[in-house]
């Protein structure tokens, strides 16, 4: 997977009108389709690149993704990164997005994250 593409492609999500809904599902389709390539390099992403602003928005992609890979290891992957959002740590004012910046408090970024997460395993299979 090549992180400067998934990071291009994300920036260009975020650069859409939130009523461009063709152009958001494409996106998205963009983004499992890089996220899909390779579980290794996915969950390595997300274990040592992906930042606290990535994550939040490449949750809306989670369940495609695990749909695509089948894999309990990305899912536990997805669970660990979250867990590393601690209320101490989460800084709203540092992100990027002027959306999450403003409306996006800690606990809305673990529920919506979580719940992103929970479709992600009910993907799965087994």
Same mark, same amino acid.
């Given at each position: 997977?090549?992180?400067e593409d998934l990071r291009?492609?994300?920036t260009h999500r975020l650069s859409l009108d939130?009523? #461009?809904d063709y152009g958001i599902e494409e996106?998205? *389709?963009s983004l499992t389709k890089i996220l899909s390539e390779n579980v290794d390099d996915t969950i390595c992403f997300f274990n040592n690149e992906?930042? #606290?602003e990535e994550f939040f928005w490449l949750s809306e992609v989670f369940s495609d993704v695990s749909e695509v890979l089948?894999? *309990?290891e990305f899912v536990q992957t997805l669970r660990n990164r979250l867990a590393r959002v601690t209320p101490d740590k989460y800084d709203q004012k540092a992100f990027h997005d002027e959306h999450i910046r403003m409306y996006v408090d800690y606990e809305e970024?673990?529920?919506s994250t979580l719940l992103d997460i929970d479709y992600a395993e009910g993907a799965l299979n087994d």
């Open positions: 997977m090549k992180v291009a492609e994300l939130v009523n #461009d996106s998205w *389709k992906c930042t #606290d089948q894999s *309990k970024y673990v529920r």
